[in-house]
C-alpha cells in the first residue's frame, strides 16, 4: 500500500531564517507531487506540483520555492522566511493530474 | 465571489442526526472532491466523484452537474465524525480548487 510522510509536524522559525520541510512517498512510482499552503480562515491553496523529477510548476509567485531531487521526495524551501509564510502546508500526491489526491499529515509553520 | 463555495461555514449537530453540507461551484468540472481534515490537520479524501451519488459507510455524496451542486451526508451521526469537510472542484485535467470548509461538531 501507498503511504505519505511530512516532517516536521511542526516549526517555529524566526523571521528570515531558512525553510526546508520534506515529503515522500512509499509504495507508488512516479506519483504526482503537490503543496498545498491553508492559512488561518482560507481554504487550501496550491503552491507547486511536479510530474517528474526535476519537474516543478509553480501556482503562486512567492517566498518559497520546491525542488524534487528523486522520484518519491518532494523539498518545499524558503531562503529567508517572512511573517507571511505561516501556515500549514501539506504535500499531496496522485497517481495521473486527474486522480484521487492523497495527503500528508501536514506540516504547522509559525513565523515569529 | 469565491468559485467554490460551501454551506454552512459551521455546523453543530446532536449525536444521531442526520447531517447535509452543501457545495456549489461556478465553473465547469471534471470531478469533485470531498475530503476530511481531522482536527490534527491531516487530510483524508472521502469521495471523488463526476456524476450521480456515491456512498461508502455512513457517509453519501451526490452531485447535480446541470445545477452545479455537490451535498455530502452522513447518517446517524457521531462525535468522531466532528472534522472539516473539504469540498474541491477539478477543471478538465487540471488542478483542484478548493472551498474554505465546513467545520462539524457532532455532541454526544
Known amino acids: 500500500s501507498q503511504t505519505i510522510h511530512q516532517w516536521p509536524a511542526t516549526l517555529v522559525q524566526p523571521v528570515g531564517s531558512p525553510l526546508s520541510l520534506e515529503c515522500t512517498v512509499e509504495?507508488?512510482?512516479?506519483?504526482?507531487l503537490y503543496w498545498y499552503r491553508q492559512a488561518a480562515g482560507r481554504g487550501l491553496q496550491l503552491l507547486f506540483y511536479?510530474?517528474?523529477?526535476?519537474?516543478i510548476s509553480s501556482e503562486v509567485p512567492q517566498n518559497l520555492s520546491a525542488s524534487r531531487p528523486q522520484d518519491r521526495q518532494f523539498i518545499l524551501s524558503s531562503k529567508k522566511l517572512l511573517l507571511s509564510d505561516s501556515g500549514f502546508y501539506l504535500c499531496?500526491?496522485?497517481?495521473?493530474?486527474?486522480?484521487?489526491?492523497?495527503f500528508g499529515e501536514g506540516s504547522r509553520l509559525t513565523v515569529l | 465571489k469565491n468559485e467554490v463555495e460551501q454551506s454552512p461555514q459551521n455546523l453543530t449537530a446532536q449525536e444521531g442526526e442526520f447531517i447535509t453540507i452543501n457545495c456549489s461551484y461556478s465553473v465547469g468540472i471534471s470531478a469533485l472532491h470531498w475530503l476530511q481534515q481531522h482536527p490534527g490537520g491531516g487530510i483524508v479524501s472521502l469521495f471523488m466523484?463526476?456524476?450521480g451519488k456515491k456512498k461508502h459507510g455512513r457517509l453519501i455524496a451526490t452531485i447535480n452537474i446541470q445545477e452545479k451542486h455537490s451535498s455530502l451526508h452522513i447518517t446517524a451521526s457521531h462525535p468522531r465524525d466532528s472534522a472539516v469537510y473539504i469540498c474541491a472542484a477539478r477543471r478538465g485535467q487540471g488542478n483542484l480548487i478548493f472551498g474554505k470548509g465546513t467545520k462539524l461538531s457532532v455532541k454526544p
Open positions: 511536479s510530474v517528474g523529477i526535476g519537474q
Open positions: 509504495g507508488t512510482s512516479n506519483p504526482n
Open positions: 466523484l463526476s456524476s
Open positions: 499531496a500526491w496522485s497517481r495521473f493530474s486527474a486522480k484521487e489526491l492523497f
